[in-house]
């Protein structure tokens, strides 16, 4: 199974990325996918999620200016990230979770967002 995000930069406030995360090896349709973000110093977090069935959510502070979708056809998720804040900078990590029991981890984008 591999996991391969993409589509991070450098970019200043206010300005927008789109992340890709493309996914090979498993059946992307049996399985919820999860965009985390680990920040300098801090603890990875749970940025926002999209369900098999296409339910979303997302932590507070994203909400209103993040987007998650998925493509079942191109086995791939996606993170549009609009109004983009410097506290938004670090490594953004895409997650499947296949069956509700494999985990599975890409490798990070970087994220930096000048002010």
């Known amino acids: 199974v591999q996991l391969q995000a993409s589509g991070g930069g450098l970019v200043q406030s206010g300005g927008s990325l789109r992340l890709s995360c493309v996914t090979s090896?498993?059946?992307?349709?049996?399985?919820?996918m999860e965009w985390y973000r680990e920040a300098p110093g801090k603890l990875r977090e749970l940025v926002a999620s999209?369900?098999?069935?296409?339910?979303?959510n997302y932590v507070s502070s994203v909400k209103g200016r993040f987007t998650i979708s998925r493509d079942d056809a191109k086995n791939t998720v996606y993170l549009q990230m609009n109004s983009l804040k410097p506290e938004d900078t670090g490594v953004y990590f895409c997650?499947?979770?296949?069956?509700?029991?494999?985990?599975?981890w890409g490798q990070g984008t970087q994220v930096t967002v000048s002010s």
């Open positions: 999209i369900s098999m069935d296409g339910s979303t």
């Open positions: 997650k499947a979770n296949y069956y509700n029991n494999w985990k599975f």
């Open positions: 090896g498993l059946i992307f349709s049996r399985s919820d």
